[in-house]
């Protein structure tokens, strides 16, 4: 599983009335499930009526988003064609805490999942919308990637690299946005900075004219919304990035909103070292910019 789900071709859920509050809760990564207030019991997936005492008294409720790997099964051949990119993969029978079982993408290697592994919930952006998935919760006995947190008692093995870090050790699978509209002064400012007078920033008719139509921001703009997501989110204070791979996919304009993203996907123990996954995306979803990065964070929390 090495390709970015987000750039999948996956078609998106089938929204009706019933399932709506389930897709909009998972849009902001949380799960919704239904529980019955006549027997008190949880039910999933979204029903009219409560399968155990037909009652239609049924309620949503957030999931503690805790469970176990009931089966799982590794994909190697999709359904779809536009999951092909992405195989193999897992796929699992989640046995929710609160008792339905929920079909789900698992976020792991087959080789980091086992049937009664406690799972947890990994909302994570799949053919570019957020939807809820599964991962191995931390201490789970097979998981390959040790969760544990900074300022947990250490194992004597290894140093703990996350000492004095402030905002302690990342998660693998934690993520963090961050929005704004990009202005004129952008341009200006990063002209000032760095001598790019490019016309496609300055020059409208040029700029109109050009392939894009429009006269665009540098790419420094559009990448810097990243700089300010590793060093205010995550990881936080003090990171700075070691290497970047970003493909600059579309332009970005000027007055255009765009959303950042960064998302842990592996956390060095030893050092404050962690592999992240970034994009930056317009108003419309389409994605700008694309990537993996390195950061290292330098501890800077006062003893
Ligand atoms: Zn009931």
Request: proline fraction near 8%.
């Amino acid at each position: 599983m090495s390709a970015d789900l987000d750039l999948l071709k996956t078609p998106g859920p089938t929204v009706t009335a019933l399932t709506a509050p389930f897709w909009q809760a998972a849009a902001e990564g949380r799960l919704l499930i239904q529980s019955c207030e006549a027997c008190g019991k949880a039910v999933f997936y979204p029903r009219p009526i409560c399968p155990h005492c037909w009652s239609d008294r049924l309620a949503w409720r957030e999931a503690s988003g805790r469970g176990r790997l009931k089966s799982f099964s590794v994909v190697h051949k999709p359904g779809h064609p536009g999951w092909l990119p992405a195989a193999p993969y897992v796929v699992g029978l989640v046995e929710l805490e609160e008792g339905p079982t929920m079909l789900s993408f698992i976020v792991a290697d087959e080789a980091a999942c086992a049937v009664g592994q406690p799972l947890v919930l990994a909302p994570t952006r799949i053919g570019g919308r957020l939807l809820p998935a599964f991962k191995p919760s931390a201490g789970a006995g097979s998981t390959r990637q040790p969760n544990h947190r900074g300022n947990t008692p250490m194992s004597t093995e290894t140093k703990d690299g996350w000492i004095g870090v402030i905002k302690g050790r990342p998660q693998v699978g934690a993520f963090a946005e961050r929005s704004r509209r990009t202005r004129l002064e952008d341009i200006e400012a990063f002209t000032e900075m760095t001598g790019d007078r490019n016309p496609l920033h300055y020059d409208k008719a040029l700029a109109e004219a050009s392939v894009f139509g429009k006269l665009i921001v540098q790419g420094g703009v559009t990448s810097g919304i990243l700089n300010a997501l590793v060093a205010e989110d995550l990881p936080g204070p003090g990171t700075v990035f070691l290497e970047v791979g970003w493909k600059f996919v579309k332009a970005v304009g000027v007055d255009e909103m765009i959303t950042g993203r960064v998302e842990i996907k592996e956390v060095r123990p030893d050092k404050p070292i962690c592999k992240i996954e970034t994009s930056v995306r317009n108003e419309a979803g389409d994605i700008c910019l694309t990537g993996t990065a390195t950061v290292f964070t330098v501890p800077l929390a006062r003893a």
